[in-house]
């Protein structure tokens, strides 16, 4: 309330990092959790967002990727069958707009998709800044 709605207000681009979607697929599949019930609640106070991404990582490979770069043992939210009913959920979800980030690409070509999918939205909405961003 005191940070994006002003923004969005405003018309400035609000670009986050999570966003209700995560706790819809983390805390909705916990416990006999209802996903579809916590959407429901979730969309009822929070903005729609007009683009989402999903760097979706198949849960083996994410936790091998857990491992290695944090050399820890994985936590609560990142066991095998948790990062599947999460998975799920985000597939479920997709459409709309959602847009698909295969995160099993190497960094630069993860990066580069993220890049592309992003800039279509901003290149629509403000045509004129679009061109310094690119060129």
């Known amino acids: 309330q005191q940070l ?3 923004a969005l207000s405003q018309g400035r681009i609000v670009i986050l990092d999570r966003y209700f979607y995560s706790t819809i697929a983390y805390q909705g599949t916990r416990a006999g959790g209802d996903p579809a019930a916590v959407r429901r609640t979730m969309e ?43 998975r799920a959920v985000f597939q479920s979800l997709a459409g709309g707009h959602f847009r698909r980030i295969d995160a099993s ?25 679009y061109a310094r961003l690119t060129g």
């Open 105 to 129: 690409l190497d960094a630069a070509a993860m990066s580069a998709a993220v890049w592309e999918t992003v800039l279509q939205p901003i290149q629509a909405k403000l045509p004129s800044q």
């Open 44 to 86: 009822s106070l929070f903005p729609a967002p007009d683009l989402v991404l999903w760097l979706d990582l198949p849960p083996d490979l994410a936790l091998r990727r857990i491992t290695a770069h944090r050399g820890e043992v994985p936590n609560e939210f990142e066991r095998h069958e948790g990062l599947e009913q999460a």
């Open 4 to 6: 994006v709605l002003p």
